[in-house]
């Protein structure tokens, strides 16, 4: 009904809220954290914007469109319109239009009651829909009132009586995406104006005030109606409600009027407010000529018929009438970057009459300064005259706001209220903080937030934490523990606040306005009375009776600061420009025209001739020339780091865990190869860098992409700068992963703090290079690819860390730290911030971290003669003629000129000069100047060569310009020295990086507004930053200035007599103020010996080994003179190479060697160097707390500060908390699209600090996830040879090599080869035949085999594989049951139930069938009684489709095991069933949802492959019985039915066939083909029918000898994979018993029943390796315990009735392992004689390798080998049938002594058996010669007998 919600507990933050507020609570005693509640029902990101005035604590409607909260919208779906209405914006459904600007002239019918609003429809911003709504469900002026619910009228189509806003939004096609409501969709009133025009009026009042809350809104100041544009402020923008705690919202409509229709005339001729002017009552409004009439009748005006928020008894007349504050305004122009918190004069807005102040002409001019208003209290009044000379800043005004927001959360769950810090106060304290400021200091709001949130802290701390511990009791206030400040206390105080601090402060209290008190204030400027005030602080009483105030910034330095703050970059760049073109620094040069008394600096620089200063250079030239070359200078290929390593394996972590994840948003396994494109700032030394990098790294051959070996041209392509070019570039990218959906593109955004603007906003702003990486980088075809990944490194990631943010926390991975370089066995430790500034309190050496004080006064008297100029621009002209005159003083004999430049200057020049005269090779140092402008940066470069060459020093130093958009130039004569240092041949080879520059003595002139990742070599000595603004306060643009100067030094080993280095110096990182991710304290190794001054004498190991291998290029030149590579093979790694006795440094002869690992020397601005070196409450430096970047606004201004114990990842979740993004930034669209889940799901965060060595990390991790990729797409292959190999393989006579399939008759005539060449049954007892009797000896056991039991090959799975649970590719979704479209996953449960005569009882199964699978099977009815699972006709044919039942047993493989057989088949259809255990049924579902499961019955869960052979087989000849009978019905013959199944191993992977020359019949190759091949050509078999049992070889590298010819065909064992005719083997049952060599023992009773047994050896199958589950895992544990313990296989059997210690495993298990380790003793007379084996009858067991076994079959018509001249040495009788007679038995022949072995199921069976047979007659029995299997009585343990032969 248009009514807004309630707030509501938000359930899902409730752990995470508690958990931060007692952690909270924990961490400090003095700050109160904020409570739970307060945290769940007010959002710490709500947003306070403009429309909040009025807003009253406990109100429950939601915030208007200015007021906006990071919290997603309420979901709403319209209903769809009915059908033929029209849809239209701006129309409604009848198709008439309600535009204002159409409906403006026309006259509508208003019902009496009703008043025309104005709607504003979100997708037509720029119109006012026209609306009739009836006015008790509106508020009135003062916002009260306003029934609940809602009546309107179409205005268009004439419909009435809509009673609820949602149908009518509907009607009026709004077009709503979240819950319709009134009070955020009606907002105007609407009027007529003088010539009759329906007009847009006043802002409904819907926010109301309750007379039982606490009154605390102000009136609005007219920048803040909705007329006027909204400022990004990124402080103004979260906390404009107004600060006057007693007054009304109210809104004068004549105010509105005069400022929105100017040519209209006054004609209410009263100016107060509305709200002092009696109710409307009925037929009042009146329509009298040029009045403003609202339109139609006012007909209620008593209280509302329902009690609601909006009314209170005591408000049905009007309130106490109060004079609200002028109106009044200073009109608002937003700085380009929308972010720096000021605001100028420019266009007028809402002024009451009366209320304005003249700016002075020339204010500039005579005082010399720009004064900044601060906008404090009240409304300030309008200014006019010459307003561009004044500038108006409302971050004071912000602040104040933004003091209320915090007693509010207290507020929500407590009956009385905590009253905020009071206006008096807040001006009080401001005063206090002014006064302490130092002359040269500038105001910071940050440092004002912080003292008036800690004042208010104090000032409530006992009823915060009484509320904190009792907050569900509401306690009674307590009153504070001071009395109030009053508004006529305030004065007295401000004034004994400013008594100590001189003329500093000034505090004007005694004007009647603001405007007075700013008239007198101009005044007193060009009286020069405030020359020596900074701030002048205007108190007075408003006409409302409160305080109001504001401050005028006056210093000379303050205001200039704050001036060019205000200032966006290209704004800056540009007043720069003008200033040096039109010759505004004339003046200044001229007033460096003298560099002494009496002399002019050019002619001084005229007379230093070349000859004068020549010589010396000459000199040293000559001096060394006889020498050889300098010794120490080494250069040696790039290596990896080991934390460079670690990172690149975080990074693999991450992305496997994003594939491992549930949402199946990345699929590793279906990608086979990796593909990238690195995105780089448009900057040239940037992207060579990356280019040379990338090409030294080796990562472009690793991953196949190198076309072009020898060059480095070819990594170009893969690497793109972040400029126009790199549309073609990313479209092409994404066109080729469209075509390539098997590649995984990884798109590198190196430096991606770089670029963070919208690309709305760089249109807004036509500025084609801003918003490019929004524009290409977030466009909808890069998120939705789902084989691209996006990584995003940066040095500084805080911009990227907000509300708003694209990446997941859990995406991110940080750098380990200095702590952590042990975990790592890391050679470099790195020096960032932390160090610089421990630097400046070690107190034992010179700091790293300077200010120049003589050049910071000569600036500051320069910039006080001259304000017109820019101080970018004073600074940089001071920086030349220090340098000039250094020069002058150092190079050209004129000592005298010292005085004349700073001494720190002095000190870089001489350095610079003086480390050539001592290498051979002259080697020397960098200078780095900082000049972010690039004019002033040209300028300097032109100024300095210029001297240079004057003095003669052109071939002493070289003068750069590094400037990002062209490359690096470098005169001949240093061009030809860095050729012979880095051995270049090439002829046109010019240096393209700055790491080039190595060694070289230089000064770079370094310009770009911000650094754009170029690295710099280690010669850097100095670091001169003295131009750099200090206006830019932000973190990011602080810290990527210091990162320039970061370094790696070389860790040197452990001093024990050292002292331990300092805490702060351990927690070093410019990321992070300190800790690490570990929550282990590490040793952390002492940097200061790297410090200048610091004694190098005791690292042994400094001229050895590479030194800190990160910043510095590496060439080495081919031997062969290949000069491309030579120049081209660059990394960033140089050092001092090994010489051959280890020394100190200082004995170093080349100055550059010995400095090598000195961090570089730090020049700073006084205010940055006090900013930086300045700690905040929590110990970090002031700069931590500063706006992370100017694109991103604190979410609210009481917030805590940073930890000095946080890690990488709470500072993440810190500012993901706290920041958000403002309009400009590309994440302020992010949560518009609608997910839930504002995280990009393939999008990762490598952060780490500037030049650690970020890049070489992703290229390790690009070549890691190739080499993973590939790794995916192997597996291990059981790569073994085949044992007891003999001539039986070879070409016989039986087939023609080339034949196709086997001759039945020829099959027959081939003998069958008892012996076993499987290689996993190497360890199992030989089969004795005549053909094994010839040949006796065994394959020698080879000697690596002891250590290696079983080969294994690395194989890549082709396109015919078959695949475990993790592999999921598009292709297979379906097969697999995973995708959403298909309801693949439901399925039923059936039960099977048949009978077998072995078991004795009948058998119940169940089958566990998908719904897409059931066609499989045939029913009773639809849903009824499963009756048997179809069958084919022998005689069908289907090239699709797979005649044969796939059956495949396993167990504890429901991962792992091989069961998608969708890519195995190529599609073919084909019916798989998965024979699992009962207990493994859930798990298996789970895993293979859409595969039909056979369960096995309960009693069979513990035993072992046997069982599962035998119900199989089983089951199927039991269905094909079924199958016969209902295909007899149906006409067909009963032997037409397909009588084949087959038996599949859960680990056959891929299948092969071997290609056969058909002239030669000799083998040619053998390759990959699909199972669908395989199975369709044997089931093709002409005679197929006739055998009782197919398969296939196992594949092994060594079966395949090309031109060697094999008999295509052999009769013998097969194994894994098995086509198996169940009708045909009917009467040969798998022993269910059995746990090993049951397929052994399958086949030879097989053979013996005269079956035909053919393996087709053209085709082989290969097994994966799998180390999980399986039928082979087997568990021998005691029943005593669950754990599985040692016990020897001796241990496995026990006399009868003996007291022994009971196993916890099947009989029949322990009966066969004993067997297979003990054998050699139970037959003594067997081992290692295979002449005279074992007599096994109707089974096969394993005695072990070293006992021979010969199998006989007792059946009838049986066939079985000659054993009439074999004395045997032993006989094995297992659980003998009726077959077994004594007369058979008399058949053999025995040596005297063998041993006789009669296993039974009990100890009956065991008597009756021996008996039976008559044994003792023969055989000679002892009591002691009974043994049972170490089971428990209920276990039903086997018994066994042993006896010796007469």
Known sequence: MGNSYAGQLRTTRFEEVLHNSIEASLRSSSVVPRPVFSQLYLEPEQRHGPQNEGHVENEEDDDEDGSESNSPPIPYQMKPPPEGSCTTDGFCRAGKDLRLASMSAECVDVPTGFLLVGAKSPSIPDHILVCAVDQRFLPDERGRNALLGFSGNCVGCGEKGFRYFTEFSNHINLNLTTQPKKQKHLKYHLLRSAQGLLVKGPPICWKGINGRVRQTSTVASAEETPAAPRTNDPLASSASAGPGPNSASCTDLNGHLQASEPSLPMTNGSHISASQQPLPQAGLAAYGPGRLTVIGSIANTGPPKKRHKGWSPESSGPSEVQRPAPSSTVSATKSDSGTSGFVGQGSSALFPPGECVTVPDNLLQICGLQPVIFKGHGALPRLCGNTGEVLVNTRLQVCYRGSHTLPRIYEQHRASSIQPLSTEMQVLLTIYYLVQLAPDQVPLMEDLEQILMRSWRESHLTEIRQYQQNHTQFPTPILGLAQPLTSSQLPWLAKLATSSCGESVLVLDTAPSLAEALDDTFQRLLEGRLSQTHYVVIICMGRSQETESCVVVTGKHQTRALAESMICPNDCMREIEQELSTGMTAELEASFSSAGPDEDLEAVLEKASPETTSPPAQGCRLEHAGEPVCAEYRVAWHEIRPIQLAVARKLLSHVCAIADSSTHNLDLGSFDKVEFLICVPPSEVTFQQVVRHLWSSGVLQELGLNQDGSSAKGAEQYVVKLDQ?????????????????????????????????????????????????????????????????????????????????????????????????????????????????????????????????????????????????????????????????????????????????????????????????????????????????????????????????????????????????????????????????????????????????????????????????????????????????????????????????????????????????????????????????????????????????????????????????????????????????????????????????????????????????????????????????????????????????????????????????????????????????????????????????????????????????????????????????????????????????????????????????????????????????????????AIYSPDSALNAERNPRRQEDVYLRRRTARIKLSKYAAYNTYHHCEQCHQYMGFNPRYQLCESTLHAFTFSHLLLGEEIQLYFIIPKSKEHHFSFSQPGGQLESMRLPLTSDWNPDCIKSPIFTPTTGRHEHGLFNLFHAMDGASHLHILVVKEYEMAVYKKYWPNHIMLVLPTIFNGAGIGAAHFLIKELSYHNLELERSRRVEHGSRPQDVWPFIILADDSCVMWNAVEIDPKSGTMESERNVSLKQVLQHMESCPDITQYGLCGVRKWSSQGLRPGQRREPFSRGHLHDFLLLNVDLTQDVQYNQNRFTCDDVDFNLRVHSAGLLICRFNNFSVMKKQIAIGGYRTFIIKTKMTDVPTTVQPSQYVCAPDSKHLFLATPAQLLLEKYLQHTSQRLFPLSADNCDHPVLSVDCYLNLGPEVTVCFVSSRPHSINISTAAVLFSGLLLYFCDSFVTPGFLKKFQFLKGATLCVICPNRSALRQTVVRLELEDRWRFRLSDEFQTANAKEDQPLFFLTGKHI
């Open 725 to 1325: 070019t790199a549309v073609a570039k990313i479209n092409d990218l994404i066109q080729k992963s469209k075509l390539n959906p098997y590649t995984l593109f990884i798109l590198v955004h190196d430096h991606a703090h770089w670029d963070i603007s919208s690309e709305e906003h760089g249109r807004l702003m036509g500025d084609p290079s801003s918003g490019l990486v929004d524009s290409l980088l977030n466009c909808r075809q890069i998120q939705e690819a789902a084989n691209i990944l996006i990584l995003h490194v940066t040095s500084l990631p805080f911009a990227l860390q907000t509300q708003n943010t694209r990446i997941s926390p859990y995406n991110e991975i940080h750098w380990p730290f200095n702590n952590d370089v042990d975990l790592y066995h890391e050679k470099t430790k790195y020096f960032g911030v932390s160090e610089l500034l421990e630097s400046t309190r070690s107190g034992n050496c010179l700091p790293l971290l300077r200010f120049d004080s003589s050049f910071e006064s000569m600036v500051a008297a320069l910039e006080e003669r001259f304000p017109k100029l820019h101080s970018a621009v004073i600074r940089t002209q001071v920086l030349l003629r220090h340098y000039c005159m250094a020069l002058l003083a150092t190079a050209g004999g004129q000592a005298q000129l010292q005085k004349h430049t700073s001494v720190e200057t002095l000190e870089m020049v001489q350095c610079l000069l003086g480390v050539t005269g001592s290498c051979g090779e002259r080697h020397g140092h960098m200078l780095l100047l900082r000049i972010p402008f690039p004019p002033l940066a040209a300028r300097a470069h032109r100024r300095l060569s210029r001297v240079r060459d004057l003095l003669g020093l052109h071939d002493r130093f070289e003068v750069v310009l590094g400037d990002p958009a062209s490359g690096i130039i470098v005169g001949e004569h240093f061009l030809n020295q860095l050729k012979i240092w880095l051995k270049i041949q090439d002829p046109d080879w010019t240096p393209s990086t700055y790491l080039e520059l190595e060694a070289l003595p230089c000064i770079l002139i370094f310009t770009g507004m911000d650094p754009m990742g170029e690295s710099l070599p280690r010669s850097l000595k100095y670091c001169d930053q003295r131009v750099l603004s200090c206006c830019a306060l932000q973190r990011t643009a602080l810290e990527q200035e210091l990162g320039l100067a970061a370094y790696l030094v070389w860790a040197e080993p452990r001093n024990e007599h050292r002292p331990p280095p300092s805490s702060d110096l351990s927690e070093s990182d410019p990321d992070k103020p300190s800790s690490t991710d570990n929550e282990e304290e590490e040793p952390v190794l002492d940097v200061n010996s790297a410090l200048p001054g610091t004694d190098h004498s005791q690292n042994p190991q400094a001229d050895s080994s590479p030194h800190k291998q990160h910043k510095v290029t590496l060439h080495q030149a081919a031997v062969r003179g290949d000069t491309t590579q030579a120049h081209s093979r660059s990394s960033k790694s140089t050092s001092p190479g090994s010489s051959s006795t280890p020394g100190s440094p200082l004995r170093y002869s080349c100055s550059w060697a010995r400095d090598l690992n000195r961090p570089p020397v730090v020049l700073l601005p006084k205010a940055l160097y006090d900013l930086i070196t300045t700690a905040d409450s929590s110990g970090l430096p002031k700069s931590t707390s500063f706006l992370p970047h100017a694109s991103v606004e604190w979410d609210s201004s009481f917030r805590p500060l940073l930890s000095k114990m946080m890690t990488c990842t709470e500072q993440s979740l810190y500012y993901r908390q706290w920041t958000k993004p403002t309009a400009q930034h590309m994440d302020s669209s992010n949560r518009a699209e609608g997910r839930h889940d504002s995280f990009h799901p393939r999008r990762l965060l490598l952060s780490g600090p500037p030049q650690v060595g970020k890049t070489g990390a992703y290229l390790q991790f690009l070549g890691i996830l190739s080499r993973m990729l590939i790794r995916l797409m192997e597996v291990d292959i059981y790569d073994e040879e085949d044992i007891n190999c003999g001539s039986e393989l070879e070409a016989g006579h039986y087939h023609q090599p080339a034949a196709s399939w086997p001759d039945a008759d020829a099959v027959r005539g081939m003998p069958f080869h008892f012996t076993i060449h499987d290689p996993k049954y190497e360890d199992i007892s």
